[in-house]
């Protein structure tokens, strides 16, 4: 049971947030003092701690001096190990509450107390003891000194006996209660304080390492919450230290405009925030994911802090979303919680422990606004980071909705700080336009995607959720009816002008036709006079032969003689001219 | 004999033990009650008997009456006036 760190060995409590916190458990030879408001939670703590033990099948001895052991008995009926601890024989209760009206005469110790204590735990085999409001005996000591002295008393004595003691004493606020105890931390190596007080009505309790000499330990103030399996501490960091390898994988949004609009789909492991005004249909939406991973047979983890689960699947149902089915295939789990009912930190705690039951893929929380708006004393907000840093260091995609306050000046930019924990954001809202409210959406943000920053319109049917295109008119965009009536006009005006153009067309298909045929009509014209100035040529030709023929008759006829008695040269002379 | 006895819780020889067990005594002479039945029980002997009293400080003194209820005070009784004011009962009878 014990662990070796260092030079110090430590005992596991078996309350798994306390042995993370204090890496290991509490000194195995030594005393814890638990400091502590009235109902922080000390006996608790004391009781859980021995019923753990007893069920590992040691002994253990619990020392009440507040309570009769039926008082303790009803202490821890409260959990679930309540009644196996009251029951076992392990199990050694006794009541050391001083006796009514005891008076004090001079100092006393409580050797005899450890002598008896000491008695018990050899005969029961026990390494745990717990002295629940030793305070209610020490605080009679005359001298605060002597009381100083018991409890060092008592640490001798519990390493003497390799015991881990852990004993309780009531603060007022954070310190020590009364001088009785003054100087109690100072002696000892290793406090927890615990304190419940009031933040917007409800009980609110921390929980802190005041101190552990020799050993690492997380110093920072926790929420501790209780329920039936007994006390939680809201601090896990063994996912943060091992995260999931980050995915580039994209999933479907089931949209497949939307899965467009976020360049293929939102990346797995990622958180996606979805923000509007009451009824934009965030859940709708939230829902039509969530169905899409459940069809590829992943685990969805679904919180809704609005409504109750029934409902959530019988409204998405009217449009065509079926998470019933998926419910019932079990790879849905709708979990309903009142967000007033509970702390911020309670809620986280709860669903950390659904985290690690259910190890979801996919998870929703509907709308992470409430959680935000919960009462809580330290910042609701880091309470929310942490939450979904865990979620991201083991790999599961988150969504989650967020209402955008009515009213609020800034609109989108009071969701800031939600929206700084999301890897995409989504924007839904109501665009009111010609006497109609027309639902819209719009991609804020996506990390590693270059989103459209177009407004869309998203239509709801019974068949789901699609994305339209909404109709550009100048600057505005157009929805609704308005869209539609542009639409319609637009595929008039484009219809006429079709027409225009075909009639254009088919105009010039006929000058062009025309043009053609002037043109077949003037080659056959051009061919018609070509032939027929070859026609003239060869006419022309013919009648000049006929013509010289008969000059040269002439000739001969007039000077026969002269020709051929020696006019030879003088002839001669007038033939060449003729001839050529 | 008185209708009262006495019991004195001690833890073996320790000094706060040894100093109660003298100023009991001492009281007693003081207050004349001598003949009060007086038993002294050592818890490192009988740890028993601290479970069966719910005594665990030392010392103590306890005054128990005819029907068996009980007072206590703790200390080593050094505080004669709360002594003598405890032990009031059973003072004085045998002047």
Known sequence: MSVEMGTLQKRATGIVDLDTV???GLPARGVTLVLGDAGAGKTVLGLQI??????????????????????????????????????????????????????VAGGFDIEGLLTMVEAQAQALGAHWVVLDGIDRLLQLQPDAHQALFEVDRLRRWCEDAGLSLLFTGKTGGQQAVGNYFEGIEYLLDTVLILSARMANNRLN???????????????????????????????????????????????????????????????????????????????TLVAQFAATCAERGERVLYISFDELADRIVRNVATTGID??????????????????????????????????EMAPDFLVIDPISALLKASSEEDAMETNERLLQLAR???????????????????????????????????????IQSGERNRTLSVVKARGSAPSNQVREILLSEKGLELADVYQFGTEVLMGTARLQKEMEARRAAEAEAA?????????????EQAESRIQEANSELQRLQNQLALEDQENARADRETTARQDDIQTQRTPRASERGGHSASGSGHDGSEQ | MSDYRLILFVTGEAPRSQRARANLDAALERLRAHDTGCEEVDLIQSPQRALDTGIFATPALALIDARGNQQLLYGDLSDDTRVDRFLTPVAGRHP
């Not at chain 1, 009769?68 to 009251?86: E, I, K, N, T, Y």
């Not at chain 1, 103030?221 to 960091?237: C, F, K, P, S």
Request: net charge negative; charged share 20%; proline share 4%.
């Open chain 1, 22 to 24: 204090t890496h290991g």
């Open chain 1, 50 to 103: 021995l019923a753990n033990a007893v069920a590992a099948g040691e002994g253990a001895v619990y020392v009440s001096f507040e309570e009769s052991r039926d008082g303790v008995a009803l202490d821890a009926a409260s959990f679930d190990w309540g009644a196996d601890l009251m029951a076992s024989e392990h199990l050694a209760v006794i009541d050391a509450r001083p006796p009514p009206g005891a008076a």
């Open chain 1, 205 to 283: 309790r921390r929980f802190r390492i005041g101190k552990y000499r020799g050993t690492a330990h997380v110093t920072k103030e926790l929420a501790m919450v209780m329920d039936q399996r007994g006390i939680h501490l809201g601090h896990d960091t063994t996912a943060l230290e091992n995260p999931a390898p980050v995915s580039s994988r994209r999933l479907s949004t089931g949209i497949p405009r939307l899965d467009d609009v976020l360049g293929g789909g939102i990346y797995a492991g990622s958180t996606v925030l979805i923000s509007g005004l009451p009824g934009t249909s965030k859940t």
């Open chain 1, 323 to 356: 998470l019933g089915a998926h419910r019932d295939s079990g790879r849905l789990t709708i979990i309903a919680r009142q967000a007033w009912r509970a702390q911020v930190e309670e809620h986280y705690i709860h669903i950390i422990g659904l985290l690690n």
């Open chain 1, 393 to 431: 260091a083991r790999g599961i995609t988150c969504v989650l909705t967020s209402l955008s306050e009515t009213g609020a000046p800034e609109g989108e930019a009071t969701l800031s700080q939600a929206s700084t924990l999301a890897d995409a954001w989504i924007s839904l809202a109501y665009h």
């Open chain 1, 500 to 512: 225009e153009r075909e009639q254009r067309r088919q105009e010039l298909a006929r000058q062009i």
